[in-house]
C-alpha cells in the first residue's frame, strides 16, 4: 500500500524525460559592397592612391581595379560589414574633396 503522503511521480507517458537545450543561431550580419564610380576628372594615380591606402592593395592589383572602373564605369572595391564599408566610403569621400577631385564611392548591400 502507498503512503499517501509521498507524492507520486509524474506520469510522462512511459517515456523518459529528456531535456533539450536548443542554441539559438546566431545569424552573420549582411554585408555591404563599397563600390567606385568613375568620372572624366580624378587623375588615374589618385584612384590607385586610394586603393593602396584605404584598401591595401597591391599596386598592380590597384592598377587592375582603377582599370576595370576606368572601362565600365564601376568595381567593387571590397566586401565589408556596414560600420567598415561606412567608414571606408567615408575616408575615400573626405581624401578626394581635400584633395578637389569629384571621386565618388558608395555602397551597397551584397
Known amino acids: 500500500m502507498t503512503d499517501p503522503t ?4 509524474p506520469d510522462d507517458g512511459g517515456e523518459a524525460g ?6 539559438p ?11 567606385l564610380l ?5 587623375p588615374m594615380e589618385f584612384v590607385v592612391h586610394i586603393l593602396e591606402r584605404l584598401f591595401g592593395m597591391t599596386h598592380a592589383q590597384a592598377i587592375e581595379i582603377m582599370l576595370t572602373v576606368h572601362r565600365k564605369g564601376v568595381a567593387v ?3 565589408f560589414s556596414h560600420e567598415i564599408a561606412e567608414t571606408k566610403v567615408a ?11 569629384p571621386l565618388q564611392c558608395t555602397m551597397e548591400k551584397e
Open 38 to 42: 568613375n568620372d572624366d576628372f580624378t
Open 91 to 101: 575616408q575615400v569621400m573626405e581624401l578626394a574633396r581635400r584633395q578637389q577631385h
Open 18 to 23: 529528456i531535456a533539450v537545450k536548443t542554441k
Open 77 to 79: 572595391v571590397g566586401v
Open 25 to 35: 543561431r546566431t545569424q552573420r550580419p549582411p554585408l555591404y559592397k563599397v563600390l
Open 6 to 9: 509521498t507524492p507520486s511521480p
